[in-house]
């Protein structure tokens, strides 16, 4: 029997929504309306936790650290317009995100790519779909053609690849790829993802490989 | 308090004295000889000297020794000295009184100074004292004015903007001197070193303030140039530090104004957002229900809720967070949720390969552009294209359908909310709310971006430009 995946919402009606979702995608269901109860289903040992960050007793965003301390990977469940909320919910310790309405089976796939970092391959992805990359010989392919990068596109694709599909803020990248002097410089980043895509979409201008989230950051198409 | 002090009666005392010891010693009375008489006249050169000063004291010396020598020095009543021995006594007698008479000077001189200086610094520390208790600039500049007031007599404030328009109501001369105690951040007027004819002394509070402190010259200020100064300078620094409480404070305010805004729309959302979710997937596990059009219909009514929240927060007057901009990603996400609506009209995206980054705030971007395209998907009867230009400034990106177009006399109204379509009336039948183009130039305006209606674009339909200006590109740092 695999690990349960714990639900923290007070809508009932979300909970029972994400139940039919989970359970159609074959996962064991643990439930939490509260912040405490949450903490209490620990116990039982989920292996992901899907976290609307308003609660009625405990800040979801005080949930986020204790689960990530617990070694729990959090999708965070979000109805803001504003994106500060999602990108400090990131910083904080969670995975990854969904802005409601969400659709079912998009909460699998990101379920999917959470799971698959929690596994035991995970850590370091070394490809993603066509892409893969060489660390040791700096080399990155394309459905196995090399691609031509300069070194700061080899480190920008190798953050993505790493990323495995979830969501990368764009501080989180730039101080990987740039440097912590640089968190703050976006159209850095905005200006190499344009020189990627020319490189590796097949249609730049409508880009199916690196996906923007807007104000928060950039991730890979799931495979 | 050792001033005022009245030289003339200490002169009249002191040579008085010196009459009854001469009228004492001449007259041998006491068994007084010519030695004590002489050093008891020193006394009342030392009194005279250190009640005045040293030119004083040194008159009286000269004075009494003359006296000396007219009454007692042999021979008596005439101001010739006999005998070596005499000539001696006069000039050491003559010596003594003019030296001493100068150390006595010098000590009252010192005293005074010393007089001065604790006065100086007790007016500095009342004034202190009193500017400390102060809660506001305005209470502040009330509190030092009524102190000065209480001690020079004329105390006034004039702004820079008084002397500009010359409503401070000062004479030529004074006006000129206030204007450039505060542009020089000097001491001008009334007998200091700039404009020294002026009524009014000026004072400035320190550099970068725009107000001068003027005192009346009715009433002797203290002479002590510094003390004025320095009063000047601590209350500059006290407006200055009151400034900035008062700043941090509506600071303080206006955050928490907006962290109450921003929790009561993310409330908002939230609420609208919830149940919406339960809809969608509900809808879409609902047999049939992908051809019924209800998917369509809870899309619409989706855009509708985020469209009235982007309103909502437009109108909580929160500040947007720019940031650079790529439009490739912008337009990525509209045709993501247009697409369903478009049926049969084709959506033709024409970019340049370099196209400058754009600033604005990049979820709000997607909105307002999603706006304006449902819009003309509306209206389109077979095509809607989108197609970017751009100088050093601006990107223009021009949103054109080829449907019956706006008549000239609609141009502005179908900005206007709850105007849609040809004739301007709100057309329920084509599922526009009318809200859609007002939301749009409202989010252009906040973002500092235009949106209009193109006038020079050729196109037979309808054709939107939407201005945004561009975000500065870096090289990147090896």
Not at chain 1, 67 to 90: Q, W
Not at chain 2, 156 to 174: M, N, V, W, Y
Request: aromatic residues 4%; negative net charge; charged residues 25%.
């Amino acid at each position: 029997m695999s690990r349960p995946i714990l639900i923290v919402d007070d809508e009932a009606a979300i909970r029972r929504l994400l139940i039919a979702v989970l359970r159609r995608g074959g996962h064991g269901v643990l439930e939490a309306s509260t912040g405490r109860e949450a903490l209490q289903a620990l116990q039982q040992r989920p292996i992901a936790a899907i976290v609307d960050l308003r609660l009625p007793d405990l800040d979801g965003m005080e949930l986020i650290p204790r689960l990530a301390a617990a070694d729990i990977p959090v999708l965070v469940l979000s109805a803001e317009l504003d994106t500060a909320e999602k990108v400090a919910a990131l910083d904080l310790g969670a995975e990854d995100y969904l802005t409601k309405p969400f659709d079912g089976d998009e909460l699998l796939a990101r379920l999917r790519v959470l799971l698959r970092r929690a596994g035991p391959a995970a850590g370091g992805a070394t490809s993603h779909g066509p892409l893969a990359i060489d660390t040791a010989h700096h080399r990155a392919t394309l459905d196995g053609a090399p691609i031509a990068l300069t070194p700061r596109e080899f480190a920008l694709l190798a953050a993505l690849v790493a990323g495995g599909g979830r969501v990368l803020t764009h501080a989180a990248l730039l101080e990987q790829v740039w440097g912590p002097a640089h968190r703050d410089d976006l159209d850095y980043l905005r200006v190499a993802i344009r020189a990627l895509r020319r490189k590796i979409e097949p249609e730049p201008a409508r880009p199916r490989l690196i996906l923007n989230e807007p104000g928060i950051g950039y991730r890979l198409a799931d495979r | 308090m050792p001033l005022p002090r009245l030289p003339l009666l200490d002169l009249v005392l002191a040579l008085a004295a010196a009459g009854l010891i001469l009228a004492a010693g001449s007259t041998g009375l006491m068994g007084l000889g010519l030695t004590a008489t002489a050093l008891l006249l020193t006394l009342p050169v030392l009194w005279a000297a250190s009640r005045s000063n040293a030119t004083i004291g040194a008159g009286v010396a000269l004075a009494i020794s003359v006296a000396f020598n007219f009454f007692l020095l042999p021979p008596r009543h005439s101001f010739r000295i006999d005998g070596a021995t005499h000539v001696v006594t006069f000039l050491v007698f003559l010596a003594v009184a003019l030296v001493a008479g100068g150390f006595a000077a010098g000590l009252r001189a010192r005293q005074d100074e010393a007089d001065r200086r604790a006065e100086g610094s007790q007016l500095e520390n009342d004034f202190l004292s009193e500017i400390a208790l102060a809660t506001s600039r305005a209470d502040l500049d009330a509190r030092a004015l009524a102190f000065l007031q209480q001690r020079f007599g004329d105390a006034r404030l004039f702004s820079q903007a008084e002397l500009e328009t010359q409503t401070s109501g000062l004479a030529p001369l004074d006006a000129a001197a206030a204007a450039w105690a505060i542009a020089h951040d000097a001491v001008t007027g009334h007998a200091s070193e700039v404009m020294p004819g002026a009524d009014f002394r000026f004072l400035s509070f320190g550099r970068g303030s725009a107000d001068v402190l003027a005192l009346a010259t009715t009433r002797p200020l203290p002479p002590d140039t510094t003390l004025l100064q320095r009063i000047a300078g601590h209350w500059g620094h006290a407006r200055d530090h009151l400034d900035t409480l008062a700043e941090r404070q509506r600071r303080q305010e206006a955050e928490a104004r907006d962290r109450t805004r921003r929790a009561l729309l993310a409330a908002l959302g939230h609420d609208f957002r919830t149940p919406l979710t339960v809809l969608k997937e509900g809808l879409a596990r609902l047999p049939g229900a992908a051809d019924s059009g209800l998917p369509g219909e809870v899309e619409r009514l989706r855009r509708l809720g985020e469209n009235l929240l982007a309103s909502a927060r437009l109108d909580a007057g929160l500040p947007l967070a720019l940031e650079p901009v790529d439009l490739v990603d912008t337009i990525a996400e509209v045709r993501g949720f247009v697409e369903q609506q478009a049926g049969s009209i084709v959506l033709d995206v024409q970019l340049p390969e370099t196209l400058p980054l754009v600033r604005a705030e990049p979820v709000m971007l997607i909105h307002l552009l999603g706006n304006v395209v449902e819009n003309a998907l509306r209206h389109a009867r077979s095509r809607v294209s989108l197609a970017a230009t751009h100088d050093a400034q601006h990107v223009d990106l021009r949103i054109a359908d080829d449907g019956p177009g706006v008549p000239e006399t609609q141009a502005e109204a179908i900005f206007e909310p709850f105007v849609s379509g040809a004739d301007g009336s709100a057309r329920r039948a084509t599922s526009g709310s009318g809200l859609g183009l007002a939301i749009a130039r409202d989010l252009a305006l906040a973002m500092g971006a235009e949106l209009t209606l193109a006038r020079d674009g050729g196109a037979d339909g309808a054709e939107f430009r939407l201005r945004l200006p561009i975000a500065p590109e870096r090289d990147d740092p090896p």
